[in-house]
């Protein structure tokens, strides 16, 4: 089995063993249980984490602890915590090139496109957070003498079924959305390429991002997003990477607490979704979809 | 608005009534114990000893026919099989008109009818003319505006001065203020291209019948949607005369269309294939049925549901503007309101007097026919509802609640209920947790503002909230940690057009109103 080849080949490699990343630290599956990861070719690359339920359920306690804090923090602080996890992703480069070459089985010239459109679109969100409030707020000019207001505020906790197909840039590119405006995420990442969601949680370990505020998990999908979907404590859920046939009963148990539910649109794709175009893949909408509006009344007079 | 009640000017002197059908098989009110209020009122809970003059409004401006049939496509029909089902008034239990009972059949003649509007008529519109036939509703609701609020308090029970002053007014300002945005569609949203979403689905309660019709029909017409909506079975008979203002509007046929019936033809409407949004308002039971119901269709959806709000009072609050907020928070339309103030929530050190305040102002309240101009309380919408009420009140009293009600008397027929407050209620009781929708208020006492927050989240729903302090930076600090979608500071159920309305958790998503509002019909795309 051949480990992702970084260095020489003069040498025996250190390989790595692949965890999941909950609460900021990195336990195994409490099951014990991992499954064999391949490249689209069938090459062997390393076995992954199979998460089980009740580590969707350590993952979802440990965003429910982390999401007030994290919301509570200024705008300002939030971006700038984004804009570092950039920053280390960068440092990284190479190595998330060479991961995600693997995971999907393209060149490295391709992948590094993918992985700079990734590390961008972190300074993307980055700058969002201390602009969506005003872009999606109001003041509201009611007929009556009241100072009325609308705020957006973080929805709490996000599970969020990440993209199948790209194993980087798509999680990046709906996590960052999700976690910029204060929520936590518990996010299950692709079940065919779920390498470099594990390499980002390296980054993510070593970055500011409290612990708990974004939690990865490996494993079968069609058995945790009904557990992730089903979950009381889970506000909203993203949709994305779920298949299509399990669309409808994600929802029906997702409807059970009324979650808030974002879904891939009508007639795209998952695996022919272009994640490097920005005016599509990355959008104010998708932090919108996470947020809850409060309208304040307060009585004008002496 | 949204003022409840005025003061009292006594007339002559009669002696205490007697308590009749109170609607529930309770206790007698009991003396107010603790002693008198220092500031009004007599002090003793007691009913004043006062008669009032009746002052009736005249029903003489209000026709109803017969039978109503459905508004599809412009046109008012039968239902495909004829069958009908009857409205009443909640006031008298008498019977009202026949209404069609809507079939599958109808359901699927509204939807085509409103298709055929939108690909054809309404989405090719340009906004400016959109806008005008908007203006138009909105002057005409204006014209006709006391035909619609009598005919609001005989079909739903409310009194006639809330649907006087506060339904039909801002039903029509609904109207107006979304006439303004179909031809600023262009503005609205930076750097998108707003489209309709196409044929919007829209099932709406019957605690404030048309005012939920503008709340839905407004934002949906302005962005180029057309409708099919259908209004309670309690409550048909405000849309179906709104069917007659779109005729007299020169709306084109199709743009909006109104089926009635049960619960069951509003999820065969919800659930059709060609509908493209889906606006529901009710309780959080049916409200996931409809999501479950749709689930995997890609509809877009809002839902604005159930609620069970805190209405918090610290010790610094001005006590008796306090006391009319409260009142007006769970008294207002019998309390069948879904962001009503059900739960109070007052500081240790003042909920004594507060209470006793709180019970000398109830005795003041005066409930009956919803006809007459001086009237509070009106009638409960229907005796299912007044059954669930008074279960409720009744658990309350079983789990060890006390229960305290103003001696007023009711009228001998007709769903009515006095209004209720309770103390010594502990969180966990069901008068704490769930919503009643009715006059009935649950007491709860905190010391901290750390623990007036946690126990006013303390709920799946997440509605409103009601903050009482004289202390600004203490409202901005509450307002941040509730989770709640609208909250009153020192106020309390207050609406207007501009003003985005919708819920945390499990009181729904999206919002009605505003900007927020008419995003909710929209689709956006890349300029």
Known sequence: MPGVRIGGTDRIDVRKTYKLYIDGAFPRSESGRSYLVSNPKGAELANASRASRKDVRDAVRAARKAAEPWAARTAMNRGQVLYRVAELMEGRRDQFVAEVAAAEGMSGRRARTLVDHAIDRWVWYAGWADKIAQLLGSSNPVAAPYFNFTIPEATGVVGMVAPESSSLLGLVSRLAPIVVSGNAAVVIASETRPLPAITLGEVLATSDVPGGVINLLTGLKAELVPVLAAHVDVDAVDTWGVAAEQQAPVEISAAESIKRIARRPKGISDAAFDWTDDRAAQRPEWIAAFLEMKTVWHPIGA | ?527
Not at chain 2, 20 to 49: E, F, M
Not at chain 2, 301 to 320: H, M, R, S, W
Not at chain 2, 447 to 464: D, F, H, Q, V, W
């Open chain 2, 1 to 527: 608005m949204a003022v409840m009640a005025t003061e009292t000017k006594p007339g002559a002197a009669v002696p205490a009534p007697v308590a009749t059908n109170g609607g529930a098989p309770l206790p007698a009110p009991l003396p107010t114990p603790g002693g008198p209020p220092n500031s009004w009122g007599l002090g003793d809970g007691q009913a004043i000893p006062w008669e009032y003059a009746p002052a009736p409004e005249s029903r003489e401006i209000v026709t109803i026919r017969e039978r109503y049939g459905l508004f599809i496509g412009g046109k008012e029909v039968a239902a495909s099989d004829g069958l009908t089902f009857t409205t009443i008034d909640p006031s008298t239990e008498l019977p009202l008109a026949e209404i069609a009972q809507a079939t599958q059949a109808d359901v699927d003649a509204a939807v085509r009818a409103a298709r055929q509007a939108q690909s054809k008529v309404w989405g090719k519109l340009p906004g400016r003319e959109r806008a005008k036939y908007l203006f138009r509703i909105a002057r005409l609701l204006q014209e006709r505006s006391r035909e619609f609020a009598v005919l609001e308090s005989i079909d739903s029970g409310k009194p006639i001065k809330e649907s006087r002053d506060v339904d039909v007014p801002l039903a029509a300002a609904h109207f107006w203020y979304y006439a303004g945005w179909a031809d600023k569609l262009d503005y609205a949203f930076p750097g998108r291209v707003a489209r309709p979403l196409g044929v919007a689905a829209q099932v709406i309660p019957w605690n404030f019948p048309l005012l939920m019709l503008a709340w839905k029909i407004a934002p949906a017409l302005a962005a180029g949607n057309t409708v099919v909506l259908k209004p309670a079975s309690t409550t048909p008979l405000t849309a179906l005369l709104f069917a007659d203002l779109c005729r007299q509007a020169d709306l084109p046929p199709g743009v909006v269309n109104i089926i009635t019936g049960p619960g069951e033809i509003g999820m065969a409407l919800v659930t059709h294939p060609d509908v493209d949004k889906v606006a529901f308002t009710g309780s959080t039971a049916v409200g996931r049925k409809i999501a479950q119901g749709i689930a995997g269709q890609g509809k877009a959806l809002t839902l604005e549901l159930g609620g069970k709000a805190a209405n918090i009072v610290f010790d610094d609050a001005p006590l008796d503007q306090a006391v009319e907020g409260i009142v007006n928070g769970i008294y207002f339309n019998q309390g069948e309101v879904c962001c009503a103030g059900s739960r109070l929530l007052v500081q240790e050190s003042i909920a004594e007097l507060l209470i006793a305040k709180l019970k000398d102002r109830l005795s003041t309240i005066r409930v009956g026919d919803p006809l007459d101009k001086n009237t509070d309380v009106g009638a409960i919408n229907s005796r299912a509802q007044l059954d669930k009420i008074t279960e409720l009140v009744a658990a309350g009293v079983a789990e060890g609640a006390e229960l305290y009600q103003p001696a007023c008397e009711l009228p001998g027929r007709g769903f009515f209920f006095r209004p209720t407050l309770f103390t010594n209620v502990a969180q966990s009781y069901r008068i704490a947790r769930e919503e009643i929708f009715g006059p009935v208020l649950s007491t709860i006492t905190f010391r901290t503002p750390e623990e007036a927050i946690e126990k006013a989240n303390n709920t799946p729903y997440g509605l409103s909230a009601g903050i009482w302090t004289d202390k600004g930076s203490r409202i901005l600090m509450m307002v941040k940690r509730m989770k709640a979608g609208v909250v009153w500071a020192n106020t309390f159920n207050k609406f207007d057009p501009t003003s985005p309305f919708g819920g945390y958790k499990e009181s729904g998503y999206g919002r009605e109103g505003g900007l927020h509002g008419l995003q909710a019909y929209v689709r956006l795309e890349d300029r």
